[in-house]
């Protein structure tokens, strides 16, 4: 099982980018998709999360400017974020809940940088 994440980049205050992630391999049932960050120094957070069933949850500081949405056919979660802050400047990670063969594990993707100017 891989997760494949997109979209990350440099943008100004204000500004908007979407990511996206797509999780392919085996995979029998994915319980749930979502966003973390990690910002230098800090520790890895939460951002949005969403389960296959289309519900979702958010990180208070990210609440009414970032959405998160899914694609169940695509095995994709996206990311939209918009009213960037230099303060959303991360590494974000892809996260999923799934079933693979095996036991229901936890999978991450590699990161992309979004990097937020003043």
């Known amino acids: 099982v891989q997760l494949q994440a997109f979209g990350g980049g440099l943008v100004q205050a204000g500004g908007s980018l979407r990511l996206s992630c797509a999780a392919s391999?085996?995979?029998?049932?994915?319980?749930?998709m979502g966003w973390y960050r990690q910002a230098p120094g800090k520790q890895r957070e939460l951002v949005a999360d969403?389960?296959?069933?289309?519900?979702?949850n958010y990180a208070d500081s990210v609440k009414g400017r970032f959405t998160i949405s899914g694609d169940n056919a695509k095995k994709t979660v996206y990311l939209q974020m918009n009213s960037l802050k230099p303060e959303d400047t991360a590494v974000y990670y892809c996260?999923?809940?799934?079933?693979?063969?095996?036991?229901?594990?936890?999978?991450w993707g590699q990161g992309t940088l979004v990097t937020v100017s003043s």
């Open positions: 969403i389960t296959s069933g289309g519900k979702t």
């Open positions: 996260n999923s809940h799934l079933l693979g063969f095996g036991l229901l594990s936890t999978y």
């Open positions: 391999g085996t995979i029998l049932m994915i319980n749930d």
